[in-house]
């Protein structure tokens, strides 16, 4: 709490989304009513501010539109008609069709959804699953990203928070690449734009004129999925024009010999042909980046949506120990600096509760399972959804549709709108929004731990997430006295508290603050020290990966995965998988990449229906580069149809030069029933990367013409 002065309080909260910012909040309340939100201007990477889609965030508390009852399905599926019901009716069905699917098919059959609609260590994704460990239900992979680029990065740095991002403002050449940072990442644009006041040069790398892009200095398109062959082409001209820190390399890295003969296979020339970057701009860049230090290279989540995300991203990883970035404050290299915060994840899974055996489904094929495409024995026969809406987010759209239409599936709803994925549920439960419960924050965006606390009384019956697992584990008779435990219990045993990282912070501060830095060098790499097998950058990778390697924060029980394929040790440049290079059938057909851009107003599909963010964002829409929309006739603002083998969407078209030739972008999160026909993922595949199981949404051509 900041203050109370009669019947006025302000309250300290944290931002919930899946955004790296984790904006530590001020709410005001007034007589029980919460009446504004803002940020808190001591934090200091928060700053004061809320960018523009949280800034409205009680619209969503108090959106007439809110689901504040249990409801029970009334009309067919997908039909949104409902009827109100009491919590101990929802309670009393779930227990009985949960009970009747397990007897007759095993509790595999249940399959739990969730993902970041909140990024809470209490109410987060994570936060059912001791209760379906308990259930003995199929274990849910949760990778729609960021664990492609994680495990790249781990493989050549292991888990260190790298450049911590308060210090960017040191920088002198910042590189942002495959990173939107005016949209996505906006509290980081503060201190960019201090490092730039100070002299240093913003470089953007992205195939799309993106806001950021703009904005930068030097912005150098590329063509998708060609990063890993810029990286190696630009350690060809560092190594070549002896421009590597020979003593940072000889001392704190291992495999430079064997990272030189492969860079060898990048020649500008080739590189140039590959990535569409002309030659002379490698040689700048190349330049430019080993001599301008400190120099730091910001990556995006985007650049791991491809087949070769993992390696790409892996050669982008060994640059900054190449050229000695990590000798100085402001130098290097920001991936998700999550890891130093020390989560308990014993205590977020509950992992001793999985029986060995259990089987894994990872949920970014949903529609693939519930369809019966991958085979199940015992088929999926009830998923249990929160914190997701897979409808509009997961891949392969009409198969998920088709899944959840199922008569005989058993589909139970935790939401505050009814989302598509509501529409098909037996049970909607409503949960409370941030402003409504307790929690406390990690971040993958900056180095501080946040509280939330409860500022106002749960609207309706809503219930936190914590709640809704306590009532369950209660109905289903588990009798573990931690499925009792209070959210202020919790709050002190999902993290360890006595960690080094946590010295000078206990809840004590955490209330009066709100936030408080997690103790950690701001230099941590002047002399190696990478927490890796050898100690040192590895850019000849010791750890041993294979394809499947998956981290703990996404899937629960990782090491009893079935081995995949052995992952190159070096890095590389792995082509798309659906290109005229690797299918020039299927790029006859579908000549152009589609790739999903994060939506300005919109975090993944939140605040898609609501009407001030929506006119805000525009409606659905789908940009064209003026030479693909000539071949094919269409003109600004035309209707299209987007299509490949897998579905269809319909849009407006946007011609302009903001994307290149052979790449059109179609804004992520739009709602499918707010839209004109389908969104993006009914053209996406499900599909993985090299790594990390991550989503290779990136990885998808497509043809776009006039709607008849
Ligand atoms: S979405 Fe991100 S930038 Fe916006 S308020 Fe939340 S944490 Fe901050």
Same mark, same amino acid.
């Given at each position: 709490?900041?203050?109370?002065? @009669?019947?006025?309080?302000?309250?300290?909260?944290?931002?919930?989304?899946?955004?790296?910012?984790?904006?530590?909040?001020?709410?005001?309340?007034?007589?029980?009513?919460?009446?504004?939100? =803002?940020?808190?201007?001591?934090?200091?990477?928060?700053?004061?501010?809320?960018?523009?889609?949280?800034?409205?965030?009680? $619209?969503?508390?108090?959106?007439?539109?809110?689901?504040?009852?249990?409801?029970?399905?009334?009309?067919?599926?997908?039909?949104?008609?409902?009827?109100?019901?009491?919590?101990?009716?929802?309670? $009393?069905?779930?227990?009985?069709?949960?009970?009747?699917?397990?007897?007759?098919?095993?509790?595999?059959?249940?399959?739990?959804?969730?993902?970041?609609?909140?990024?809470?260590?209490?109410?987060?994704?994570?936060?059912?699953?001791?209760?379906?460990?308990?259930? !003995?239900?199929?274990?849910?992979?949760?990778?729609?990203?960021?664990?492609?680029?994680?495990?790249?990065?781990?493989?050549?740095?292991?888990?260190?928070?790298?450049?911590?991002?308060?210090?960017?403002?040191?920088?002198?050449?910042?590189?942002?690449?495959?990173?939107?940072?005016?949209?996505?990442?906006?509290?980081?644009?503060?201190?960019?734009?201090?490092?730039?006041?100070?002299?240093?040069?913003?470089?953007?790398?992205?195939?799309?004129?993106?806001?950021?892009?703009?904005?930068?200095?030097?912005?150098?398109?590329?063509?998708?999925?060609?990063?890993?062959?810029?990286?190696?082409?630009?350690?060809?001209?560092?190594?070549?024009?002896?421009?590597?820190?020979?003593?940072?390399?000889?001392?704190?890295?291992?495999?430079?010999?064997?990272?030189? =003969?492969?860079?060898?296979?990048?020649?500008? =020339?080739?590189?140039?042909?590959?990535?569409?970057?002309?030659?002379?701009?490698?040689?700048?860049?190349?330049?430019?980046?080993?001599?301008?230090?400190?120099?730091?290279?910001?990556?995006?989540?985007?650049?791991?949506?491809?087949? !070769?995300?993992?390696?790409?991203?892996?050669?982008?990883?060994?640059?900054?120990?190449?050229?000695?970035?990590?000798?100085?404050?402001?130098?290097?290299?920001?991936?998700?600096?999550?890891?130093?915060?020390?989560?308990?994840?014993? %205590?977020?899974?509950?992992?001793?509760?999985?029986?060995?055996?259990?089987?894994?489904?990872?949920?970014?094929?949903?529609?693939?399972?519930?369809?019966?495409?991958?085979?199940?024995?015992?088929?999926? /026969?009830?998923?249990?959804?929160?914190?997701?809406?897979?409808?509009?987010?997961?891949?392969?759209?009409?198969?998920?549709?088709?899944?959840?239409?199922?008569?005989?599936?058993?589909?139970?709803?935790?939401?505050?709108?009814?989302?598509?994925?509501? $529409?098909?549920?037996?049970?909607?439960?409503?949960?409370?929004?941030?402003?409504?419960?307790?929690?406390?924050?990690?971040?993958? @965006?900056?180095?501080?731990?946040?509280?939330?606390?409860?500022?106002?009384?749960?609207?309706?019956?809503?219930?936190?997430?914590?709640?809704?697992?306590?009532?369950?584990?209660?109905?289903?008779?588990?009798?573990?006295?931690?499925?009792?435990?209070?959210?202020?219990?919790?709050?002190?045993?999902?993290?360890?508290?006595?960690?080094?990282?946590?010295?000078?912070?206990?809840?004590?501060?955490?209330?009066?603050?709100?936030?408080? /830095?997690?103790?950690?060098?701001?230099?941590?790499?002047?002399?190696?020290?990478?927490?890796?097998?050898?100690?040192?950058?590895?850019?000849?990778?010791?750890?041993?990966?294979?394809?499947?390697? %998956?981290?703990?924060?996404?899937?629960? @029980?990782?090491?009893?995965?079935?081995?995949?394929?052995?992952?190159?040790?070096?890095?590389?440049?792995?082509?798309?998988?659906?290109?005229?290079?690797?299918?020039?059938?299927?790029?006859?057909?579908?000549?152009?990449?589609?790739?999903?851009?994060?939506?300005?107003?919109?975090?993944?599909?939140?605040?898609?229906?609501?009407?001030?963010?929506?006119?805000?964002?525009?409606?659905?829409?789908?940009?064209?580069?003026?030479?693909?929309?000539?071949?094919?006739?269409?003109?600004?603002?035309?209707?299209? /149809?987007?299509?490949?083998?897998?579905?269809?969407?319909?849009?407006?078209?946007?011609?302009?030069?903001?994307?290149?030739?052979?790449?059109?972008?179609?804004?992520?999160?739009?709602?499918?029933?707010?839209?004109?026909?389908?969104?993006?993922?009914?053209?996406?595949?499900?599909?993985?990367?090299?790594?990390?199981?991550?989503?290779?949404?990136?990885?998808?051509?497509?043809?776009?013409?006039?709607?008849?």
């Amino acid at each position: 709490m900041v203050s109370t002065v @009669g019947e006025k309080k302000v309250v300290h909260g944290a931002c919930p989304h899946d955004c790296p910012d984790t904006c530590a909040m001020l709410v005001t309340v007034e007589e029980g009513r919460a009446v504004k939100v =803002e940020g808190n201007p001591d934090h200091p990477f928060t700053q004061g501010t809320l960018c523009g889609k949280v800034s409205d965030y009680l $619209d969503r508390v108090y959106s007439a539109d809110r689901i504040l009852y249990p409801m029970r399905r009334v009309g067919p599926k997908g039909s949104g008609q409902f009827e109100r019901i009491s919590w101990e009716a929802a309670l $009393d069905e779930i227990h009985d069709r949960f009970e009747q699917i397990i007897n007759q098919y095993g509790a595999e059959a249940v399959m739990p959804c969730s993902y970041l609609g909140h990024e809470g260590l209490l109410n987060g994704l994570t936060v059912g699953d001791p209760f379906f460990n308990r259930l !003995g239900a199929t274990i849910t992979e949760r990778t729609f990203c960021i664990s492609c680029t994680s495990t790249a990065y781990l493989m050549t740095y292991g888990p260190t928070y790298g450049t911590d991002p308060d210090t960017f403002k040191h920088s002198k050449y910042i590189i942002l690449w495959g990173c939107n940072a005016l949209s996505t990442n906006v509290h980081l644009w503060s201190f960019i734009q201090e490092a730039r006041q100070n002299g240093a040069k913003l470089v953007s790398i992205d195939p799309v004129r993106t806001r950021t892009a703009k904005q930068s200095d030097w912005h150098i398109p590329i063509r998708p999925g060609t990063d890993g062959a810029l990286a190696l082409g630009l350690m060809n001209v560092i190594i070549n024009e002896n421009l590597v820190d020979q003593d940072y390399v000889e001392k704190y890295t291992v495999g430079f010999a064997e990272l030189k =003969e492969r860079a060898q296979e990048y020649p500008p =020339e080739k590189v140039a042909k590959i990535t569409g970057i002309p030659v002379a701009d490698i040689l700048t860049l190349a330049r430019e980046y080993a001599t301008t230090q400190p120099s730091v290279i910001r990556i995006g989540v985007a650049l791991e949506k491809q087949a !070769g995300g993992g390696q790409g991203i892996r050669a982008i990883c060994c640059l900054p120990a190449l050229v000695g970035a990590w000798r100085h404050l402001g130098g290097g290299m920001l991936q998700a600096p999550m890891w130093p915060f020390p989560i308990r994840w014993d %205590v977020v899974h509950r992992p001793h509760l999985i029986q060995p055996g259990t089987r894994v489904v990872n949920q970014w094929q949903l529609g693939r399972a519930l369809t019966g495409e991958i085979p199940l024995d015992p088929p999926i /026969k009830a998923l249990f959804v929160y914190n997701c809406n897979p409808v509009t987010q997961a891949a392969e759209q009409e198969k998920i549709l088709a899944g959840l239409a199922r008569e005989d599936l058993f589909i139970v709803v935790s939401e505050h709108f009814m989302t598509d994925t509501a $529409d098909y549920a037996d049970i909607v439960l409503p949960a409370t929004t941030q402003v409504e419960n307790l929690d406390l924050m990690f971040s993958w @965006g900056h180095t501080y731990v946040t509280l939330n606390l409860p500022a106002i009384e749960p609207l309706g019956e809503a219930v936190p997430n914590t709640e809704l697992f306590r009532r369950l584990a209660a109905r289903m008779g588990f009798e573990e006295e931690f499925f009792k435990t209070s959210d202020e219990q919790l709050t002190l045993e999902v993290l360890d508290w006595s960690a080094p990282v946590m010295q000078g912070v206990d809840m004590e501060l955490l209330k009066s603050q709100g936030y408080a /830095k997690l103790k950690i060098d701001p230099v941590p790499h002047t002399e190696g020290n990478f927490p890796t097998p050898s100690g040192k950058c590895e850019f000849m990778s010791s750890m041993k990966v294979d394809g499947n390697f %998956v981290l703990p924060a996404f899937r629960q @029980g990782y090491e009893e995965y079935e081995p995949g394929a052995a992952i190159d040790p070096l890095p590389d440049y792995i082509p798309q998988r659906e290109s005229a290079q690797s299918n020039p059938e299927l790029a006859k057909r579908y000549p152009l990449n589609l790739l999903s851009a994060k939506s300005h107003q919109f975090i993944n599909s939140c605040f898609a229906n609501l009407p001030k963010h929506s006119k805000l964002q525009g409606e659905p829409r789908v940009i064209i580069h003026p030479e693909d929309a000539a071949i094919r006739g269409i003109s600004n603002g035309q209707i299209v /149809k987007v299509f490949n083998d897998r579905g269809t969407f319909q849009v407006p078209a946007i011609v302009n030069n903001m994307t290149c030739p052979g790449v059109v972008v179609a804004p992520l999160g739009y709602w499918r029933k707010l839209s004109c026909a389908g969104t993006i993922n009914a053209a996406t595949a499900a599909t993985f990367t090299d790594m990390g199981h991550a989503a290779a949404v990136g990885d998808a051509l497509v043809e776009v013409t006039v709607t008849s």
